[in-house]
């Protein structure tokens, strides 16, 4: 089980970025990513019919390039053979070095192309893992955004709910009104 925050630390998925999954077996997998915690946390969002929504914008702090974790195959990378076995797999993910482990022993990892002003030192073939960050699996898998992030997640009704709700309103004044 993964910590219910982690400040200023990113999660990356490799499986979700390497878009190999089969579409069935996608809210397997998204159970399979969720901490305890997260899924109580989304169970009770569902509950309460919100969704997630993720706000605001990336103000280039880097914060999620210098201290990240990885997801492999089996969850939250801790063996240093497998994220071996990732690199010799997988060789765009030899930009990320170890700097060590938090206090439940998952790998601490650094992007060596992230530059001292925070900047990606190849934005244009950067990771798709890297475009969809922050995914909302975020924050129901333990992790949490840094404190510097510009984004945000929101919960909030769907737009979808809110419509139909105006919708029957609008319908239910017009039937009192006509009678
Ligand atoms: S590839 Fe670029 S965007 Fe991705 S973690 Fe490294 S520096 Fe950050
Ligand atoms: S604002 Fe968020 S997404 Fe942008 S670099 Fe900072 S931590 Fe990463």
Redo the contacts with the bound molecule.
């Keep these: 089980m993964r910590a219910p925050f982690y400040n200023g630390f990113?999660s990356h998925s490799i499986i979700k970025s390497r878009g190999e999954k089969i579409h069935i077996f996608d809210n397997i997998e998204k159970l399979r990513g969720f901490s305890f915690l997260g899924l109580i946390k989304y169970l009770l969002m569902r509950l309460q019919g919100k969704s997630l929504l993720v706000g605001g914008s990336?103000?280039?702090?880097?914060?999620?390039?210098r201290r990240l974790s990885l997801e492999g195959r089996n969850g939250w990378l801790r063996s240093v053979r497998d994220f071996k076995r990732i690199k010799s797999d997988y060789p765009e993910y030899q930009r990320f070095e170890m700097i060590g482990r938090d206090e439940q022993g998952f790998l601490i990892f650094n992007c060596s192309w992230c530059t001292d002003e925070?900047d990606c030192g190849d934005y244009d073939n950067r990771l798709l893992l890297c475009r969809n960050?922050?995914e909302k699996s975020l924050k129901f898998s333990g992790g949490s955004?840094?404190l510097?992030?510009?984004?945000r997640f929101m919960e909030v009704e769907p737009f979808e709910k809110s419509l139909n709700r105006e919708i029957r309103k609008i319908t239910n004044n017009e039937k009192n009104s006509d009678s």
Excluded: R, T
């Design positions: 990113q990336c103000n280039g702090c880097g914060s999620c390039c925070g960050f922050p955004l840094p510097s992030c510009g984004y």
